[in-house]
Nanobody
Framework: QVQLVESGGGLVQPGGPLILSCAAS????????MGWYRQAPGKQRELVAQ???????IYVDYVKGRFTISGDNAKNTVFLQMNSLKPEDTAVYYC?????????????????WGQGTQVTVSS
């Protein structure tokens, strides 16, 4: 079993910064990719940013230049630095981690999700 614990959400004024973190624990053998998704009220969950095990980041267009995703492979942790936040960034943000977990004498793939953390951008 792989568990994710997120932290860092909250209320921030427009234009302000916020950083989210997500720590993965459990019988992790290797991590293939880590990412952040978000879901606004009445909308589907959507990808915000993703980073591979080699450190290559991927961003959706509307966060490029404002958000930065980074990972600490030694601690199985991924961060999302969010700057210049806008009211439309308000959503529940979810961490997602994919990789391989050890299960006795074999490895199995996993795709884990965090519990979600609320980010509200409002004056």
């Amino acid at each position: 079993q792989v568990q994710l614990v997120e932290s860092g959400g909250g209320l921030v004024q427009p234009g302000g910064p916020l950083i989210l973190s997500c720590a993965a624990s459990g019988r992790i053998f290797s991590i293939i990719d880590m990412g952040w998704y978000r879901q606004a009220p009445g909308k589907q969950r959507e990808l915000v940013a993703q980073i591979t095990s080699t450190g290559t980041p991927i961003y959706v267009d509307y966060v490029k230049g404002r958000f930065t995703i980074s990972g600490d492979n030694a601690k199985n942790t991924v961060f999302l630095q969010m700057n210049s936040l806008k009211p439309e960034d308000t959503a529940v943000y979810y961490c997602n981690v994919g990789g391989l977990a050890s299960g006795g004498s074999f490895l199995r793939s996993f795709d884990a999700w965090g519990q979600g953390t609320q980010v509200t951008v409002s004056s």
